[in-house]
């Protein structure tokens, strides 16, 4: 093992990069970036620095390089994988100071912007034009753009419209050695290998975004929403398979079960149809002929597959409405259960209903209520798995059903994370869906990047010392969901 680094030795040269106001060594204003998300992964970084250019970034991740001192991109913190957790023994890289649009050209259809920049403002800032940037996280007025790349972050809308990796054209990266290179640019389909394609999901393992050309799309010309409420799970599963099956791609189409919509309830009185054991939201956009024509289609899909209540939001106002018992729904289960786990898996479409029923016979043999929230269009659970901390073993058999849940949807040809990365918190959950021999090409991927294992170490791929540990649960709600700054989809 080589020796440990001083860092003490390192902060006057940060300091001659970063300026004084740019490298943090207090120990209690280190503290406030223990976390990102997922509170209970915590640890205290051994510096922290704010550069406010890529040469800044560069120059701080070259003097890591030289003395193998581990560095930990961190966007906003709003992950939920833990995948910006620091390092005692590194330095945690904020990006929180590169925060400017660099560019709005909307003959090409394209914004440049630097990582810090938040996702609701590449859209903010393309608006007046009629554009907008399609991913978009529910965490998009907080969380930034560099971390929607490392995570390929996704959303609501992206059944129709796609994950991040479908939007970037081009990026700026300091690779691990410091240097600054271009991948891809402002043309459609650079040659050779896709490296854009390699970066955008590899959760700061590969080096440092620090500029990002994205795509803009023109703002459809109608938006048409409704909710539609069935006795059951199944009923609405069917609609969905119905709606898909006809060839038609909603914006949106997302599913919140009976326990769900009790938790919204408590919260922010949505007032969805009393009695739904479930409902569906489905958004249809376009040009006005085309969506006016696929809503009454999906109107008659819902009603065949037994929808006992359907309603349409005619004004912005009214699909806010709708809208808001789902967006609150996960903040929303603090009202009906002191603690709970956030899952994220993914499966294919036409294995939902199958691992929907399992996960409610989990539910009923452990004792654990499970509710589920999720984006029905693209197979993406997000299970909240509830339970009383007070309860002694509670806690132990909630993280147990929502490991069971993973094992579920890697059965049924999923995978352990939908949009909210691997980071450390599922990293131990690789080998369920990977070999040995998969783990180790994807190992000889990153040394190739990063030889000496200084980017982000320990995080997406499992090592013996993290799989050692068992991780915790969620046992509060997100500061940020408290704050009423973001919402949990
Ligand atoms: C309330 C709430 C709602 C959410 N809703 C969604 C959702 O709907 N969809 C979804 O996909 N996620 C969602 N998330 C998760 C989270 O917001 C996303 O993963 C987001 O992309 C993280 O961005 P960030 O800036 O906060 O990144 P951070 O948490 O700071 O970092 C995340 C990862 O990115 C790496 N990273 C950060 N910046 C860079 C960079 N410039 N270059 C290279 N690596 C970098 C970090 O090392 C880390 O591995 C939600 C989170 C919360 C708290």
């Known amino acids: 093992m080589s020796a440990p680094v001083d860092l003490g030795a390192l902060v006057p040269h940060l300091r001659a990069v970063c300026g004084d106001d740019g490298v943090i060594t207090d120990a209690a204003r280190r503290r406030t970036y223990e976390s990102d998300g997922i509170t209970y992964h915590a640890a205290v970084p051994g510096v922290v620095v704010l550069p406010t250019t890529a040469e800044q970034v560069a120059a701080v991740v070259r003097l890591c390089a030289e003395r193998g001192v581990p560095f930990v991109p961190r966007g906003s913190g709003t992950g939920l994988s833990a995948g910006a957790l620091p390092r005692p023994d590194g330095v945690l890289i904020v990006t929180s100071r590169m925060r400017r649009i660099l560019e709005v050209d909307i003959d090409a259809q394209r914004a440049v912007v630097e990582p810090g920049v938040f996702n609701l403002d590449v859209t903010r800032a393309a608006a007046p034009h009629g554009y907008y940037y399609a991913p978009d996280p529910s965490s998009q007025q907080v969380c930034s753009v560099g971390g929607n790349i490392a995570e390929n972050s996704g959303g609501a809308h992206c059944l129709k419209y796609g994950f991040t990796v479908n939007h970037v054209l081009g990026l700026e990266v300091v690779t691990p050695q410091g240097e600054i290179v271009e991948l891809g640019g402002k043309a459609a389909d650079a040659p050779g290998y896709d490296l854009i394609g390699a970066f955008i999901g590899s959760e700061g393992t590969l080096g440092i975004a620090t500029k990002i050309t994205v795509r803009l799309l023109r703002a459809p010309e109608k938006v048409s929403t409704m909710l539609a409420a069935f006795d059951s799970m199944d009923a609405g599963g069917q609609a969905v398979s119905a709606i898909i099956g006809a060839g038609m791609l909603p914006a949106a189409i997302e599913m919140m079960d009976a326990l769900a919509i009790e938790a919204a309830e408590a919260a922010v009185r949505c007032d969805y149809p009393e009695g739904a054991g479930a409902v569906l939201i489905v958004e249809l956009d376009g040009s006005a002929h085309d969506v006016d024509a696929q809503f009454d289609a999906v109107t008659a899909l819902c009603r065949r597959a037994g929808a ?59 004792g654990i209520r499970v509710a589920n929230v999720f984006h029905a269009g693209d197979g993406n659970l997000h299970p909240l798995v509830l339970f009383d901390d007070a309860d002694p073993g509670a806690a132990e058999r909630a993280a147990e059903v929502s490991g069971a849940i993973l094992d579920l949807c890697v059965e049924a040809g999923g995978s352990i994370t939908g949009e909210h990365g691997v980071g450390v918190d599922k990293a131990c959950h690789m080998p369920e869906m990977f070999t040995p021999a998969d783990l180790e090409t994807m190992d000889r991927f990153r040394r190739a990047f990063d030889p000496d294992g200084i980017a982000n170490p320990e995080k997406l791929l499992p090592t013996p010392r993290l799989c050692g540990e068992r991780p915790g649960v969620r046992t509060q709600e997100h500061p940020l969901v408290a704050s009423g700054e973001a919402e949990l989809f």
């Open 308 to 366: 006992f209540e359907i309603r349409t939001a005619s004004d912005a106002a009214e699909r806010a409405r709708i809208w808001k018992g789902r967006k609150s729904a996960f903040a929303a289960v603090g009202r009906i259960s002191p603690a709970y786990i956030v899952q994220d898996g993914v499966v294919p479409r036409t294995a939902l209903p199958e691992v929907l029923a399992r996960i409610a016979e989990l539910s009923a043999r452990s």
